[in-house]
């Protein structure tokens, strides 16, 4: 293969929009991943989450090549095989709301934005969303994340949005006024830096929402389809919400995003007032039913939250021995480690040593292991990033 032609072909026609390391990835299997040269990596970020069973699950793979023979995509004007039967498993493994499918993160988020204007009737438009938080990029979707950097030179915001601070209660309560019709947020942050919601937090912002006649929205694109240990995040903490959006691993790393919505809500959404076309085609539907059954049938809940405690406690080893780690933080298997020093060169010298992982927020190494990951990959993976926090200590 001619790497330099590759190359080439990005510079001079692909929009620079990304900051991309020098590796061409050609193959996967679970967590370990192989480059162009025949260099194989361990995967600890896969697919930044979206493939939530690492890479080319036999499972998944299997379902889109029977899938691929079939029927690709059929527009919604037809009824398919497929967008039903994955319906009824998100809605019997979470809160029993009705489905929307789309095919991203933004487009589930813009999708849930419009489901509660819809829903409350032009009265009330209003959304609150939170400081750190990230919700994709379509304008709708950039003006709810709540962070600056990602608001520069795009023009006028879409209207309607205000921002307080996460886990801050009063601020929720002080910023919903009479025309707000949502609060939207992520119940553990993930580009904000891997910020965990308090759970008194929580179960009040759920009172308060009740209280105030104003929808509760839960971004769980990455949180979402069981990498916390649970199918959702918020069944860790006990509430239901009204709407949740979900995407990324969603697919087993096909291209979906969805909404989840309280069935009285959903049933607001007549002829005419949403739609995607690609949304809920059978491709798409095949590999996340696909991936669902994974997940339950190979027992993959009970591996992200072992997995995730062990995870922990290897990084909880390397923060007392190196001295340079401030906090550990996440759920299962999304997990933060925040230094006291910048973490980029330490991401970038876990890939010369063979290791993917990611660096947010500056400071905040953030791993998202496949949900088939094991205590040996994890070991190996944790080796390589306490080798090159030694060598940022020189
Ligand atoms: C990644 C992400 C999104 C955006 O998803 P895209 O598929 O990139 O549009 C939205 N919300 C959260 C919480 C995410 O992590």
Redesign the pocket.
């Known amino acids: 293969m001619d790497i330099t032609r590759i190359f080439e072909q990005f510079d001079k026609y692909v929009v620079p929009n990304y900051t991309r390391k020098d590796v061409v990835l050609v193959e996967g299997k679970g967590s370990r991943v192989r480059d162009a040269t025949g260099r194989e990596y361990l995967d600890l970020f896969p697919g930044?989450?979206?493939n939530g069973l690492g890479h080319c699950h036999p499972r998944v793979v299997e379902a889109i090549r029977r899938q691929a023979g079939r029927l690709i995509h059929v527009a919604n004007d037809y009824y398919n095989e497929l967008q039903g039967e994955l319906a009824e498993i998100i809605s019997t493994r979470s809160f029993g709301g009705k489905c929307f499918f789309c095919?991203?993160?933004?487009?589930?988020?813009e999708g849930a934005i419009k489901f509660a204007r819809i829903f409350t009737a032009d009265e009330r438009h209003r959304v609150v969303t939170m400081k750190e938080?990230?919700?994709?990029?379509?304008l709708a979707?950039v003006t709810a994340?709540g962070q600056d950097k990602y608001h520069q030179g795009i023009g006028p915001l879409s209207p309607g949005f205000c921002y307080v601070p996460f886990n801050d209660i009063d601020a929720v309560a002080e910023a919903i006024d009479d025309e707000t019709c949502a609060v939207l947020l992520?119940l553990i942050?993930?580009?904000g830096g891997v910020n965990v919601a308090d759970e008194e937090y929580v179960r009040q912002l759920r009172e308060l929402c009740d209280g105030q006649n104003v929808l509760l929205v839960i971004?769980?694109?990455?949180?979402g389809c069981g990498r916390t240990g649970e199918w959702f995040v918020h069944q860790h903490y006990g509430i239901e919400p009204d709407l949740i959006?979900m995407?990324?691993a969603l697919g087993g790393g096909v291209?979906i995003?969805g909404i989840e919505a309280r069935p009285d809500i959903a049933d607001r959404i007549v002829p005419g007032l949403h739609a995607s076309t690609f949304g809920g085609n059978p491709i798409a539907c095949a590999a996340a039913i696909a991936a669902f059954r994974a997940v339950e049938e190979e027992n993959l809940l009970e591996n992200a939250r072992s997995m995730g405690e062990y995870l922990v406690e290897r990084f909880g080893g390397i923060a007392e021995r190196t001295g340079l780690v401030k906090e550990i933080r996440g759920r299962g298997l999304m997990v933060g480690c925040e230094l006291n020093i910048p973490g980029a060169p330490v991401a970038r010298a876990c890939l010369e040593k063979g290791l993917l992982i990611d660096c947010t927020h500056d400071t905040v190494l953030r791993v998202l292991p496949a949900m088939t990951v094991t205590q040996d990959e994890l070991d190996e993976g944790l080796e390589i990033v306490e080798a090159a926090l030694d060598e940022q200590q020189g």
């Open positions: 930044w989450g979206c095919n991203s993160g933004a487009e589930a988020i938080s990230f919700h994709g990029r379509t979707a994340t992520e942050q993930g580009e971004d769980e694109v990455q949180t959006t995407a990324k291209a995003g």
